[in-house]
């Protein structure tokens, strides 16, 4: 006689979500007894993994926002809004959990949650302010209804723009990546000048080939390189290659 089965596993942590343990318990149970009726119920205790475990049962939307961990490193965190109830689910482990972190690099009194206040704090103001009706009308909103309060966003904004300047932008990234660019460029003119020099799978035989076809095999080739193999490639075919350090 089938047997009704309700599985409701936690999280396996650091290896299963509750909802990937629930599958997985599922799959070895049907092995077994493949006519019984299972019902998958993943549950949590109200660390990891309970905003996803929400979420699915309330079915709402997944939203991203900027903030910091507890650490106070910029990080993206992700929020859950149901917009018939209009309830805003935040899981503090997605924002100021301690598995965010690398082990044994900060000391708990270094930690806060001042991230996981901002977001919230800041996430109820707009969502009075704005009264969304539904995840369509989260989407139309003239700015993010999940954000740091203008002091933070402030300071997130000076620390951008010194990285902008001092690190992105500093004058020997921007010659490596012009050097990186430099490279791509060779590859990509040897190739249209010298097309046998491509790997034999994309030698294009027929003749009756475009232009715009050929450059656009010769970029889906490109594309695909990693670092490593452009490197090698261009010192294949010419006799510099920089040294992009």
């Not at 139309?140 to 300047?165: D, G, M, N, S, T």
Request: glycine residues 6%; charged residues 30%.
């Amino acid at each position: 006689m089938p047997l009704k089965v309700l599985i409701i596993p936690d999280k396996f942590k650091g290896t299963l979500t509750a909802g990937a343990a629930a599958e997985a318990i599922a799959r070895g149970w049907r092995k077994a007894r493949w006519d019984d009726l299972l019902k998958l119920l993943p549950m949590s205790d109200g660390g990891d993994g309970f905003g996803e475990v929400m979420s699915g049962l309330l079915h709402a939307e997944a939203k991203t926002v900027r903030t910091v961990d507890a650490a106070h490193r910029r990080c993206a965190a992700k929020w859950w809004w149901e917009p018939k109830t209009r309830t805003a689910i935040i899981e503090s482990a997605t924002v100021i959990g301690l598995a965010m972190l690398p082990p044994k690099a900060f000391h708990p009194i270094e930690l806060d949650t001042f991230g996981l206040g901002a977001v919230m704090s800041e996430a109820v103001k707009r969502l009075e302010a704005a009264k969304p009706q539904s995840a369509h009308d989260v989407r139309l909103h003239h700015q993010p209804l999940v954000a740091f309060p203008p002091p933070v966003a402030q300071e997130e904004a000076a620390i951008k723009a010194f990285l902008k300047q001092r690190m992105y932008r500093h004058e020997r990234v921007m010659r490596v990546m012009g050097e990186a660019e430099q490279i791509l460029f060779d590859l990509f003119a040897r190739y249209q000048e010298s097309p046998g020099d491509l790997p034999a799978e994309w030698v294009e035989e027929t003749e009756r080939e475009t232009e715009s076809g050929r450059a656009r095999r010769i970029g889906n080739f490109i594309a695909g390189m990693t670092d490593r193999f452009a490197l090698t490639e261009h010192q294949r075919l010419f006799d510099s290659t920089p040294d992009l350090r």
